[in-house]
C-alpha cells in the first residue's frame, strides 16, 4: 500500500511538471479588432509638409513657428493604422497630449488615399478616485 501511493505521488509530480514546461501557443491576429470606414475621416487634417516628419522613426521633434512639438513612438492602433502621440507646448507653456493616425480612405473619385489627421483630444484628469 505504502508502495501504491508513492508511486501515486511520483506520478502527479511527473504530470504536474510536465504540464508547466510547455509553452503556451502563440496567438497573432489576421484583422483588426474594430473596422474603420473608407470614407474621409471628419477630422482635423495635418499639413502636407508634416506628414514626412510624422512617418520618420527617428524624428524625435517637428520645427513649427508657433509651437514646441514633440514626437513619440510610432505605433499601431487597434483599427491597424499608424499612429503618433505629441506633446504640444505654446507660448504660454500650456502642454497638450494630442494623438496623429494616418488614415486610408476613398477620395471623391473613389480612389485610394491616405493622410494624417489629428484624434480626438486625450482627456486627462487630474483628480484621482479612492476605492
Given at each position: ?13 511527473i504530470?504536474s ?20 470606414s ?20 527617428t ?8 509651437y514646441?512639438i ?18 504640444i ?5 500650456q ?37
Amino acid at each position: 500500500m505504502k508502495k501504491l501511493f508513492i508511486k501515486a505521488m511520483a506520478l502527479s509530480f511527473i504530470f504536474s511538471v510536465a504540464a508547466c514546461t510547455s509553452p503556451p501557443r502563440e496567438v497573432t491576429a489576421s484583422l483588426p479588432l474594430v473596422s474603420h470606414s473608407q470614407s474621409k475621416p471628419n477630422k482635423k487634417i495635418i499639413p502636407q509638409q508634416y506628414w514626412s516628419d510624422l512617418e520618420n522613426v527617428t524624428l524625435n521633434y517637428i520645427e513649427h513657428p508657433t509651437y514646441q512639438i514633440q514626437l513619440g513612438e510610432l505605433y499601431t492602433s487597434a483599427l491597424g493604422l499608424t499612429c503618433r502621440e505629441l506633446t504640444i507646448v505654446d507660448k504660454e507653456q500650456q502642454v497638450k497630449r494630442r494623438i496623429v493616425c494616418k488614415v486610408p480612405f476613398l477620395d471623391e473619385n473613389n480612389k485610394q488615399d491616405e493622410a494624417w489627421f489629428l484624434e480626438k483630444e486625450i482627456i486627462e484628469s487630474s483628480s484621482y478616485v479612492d476605492l
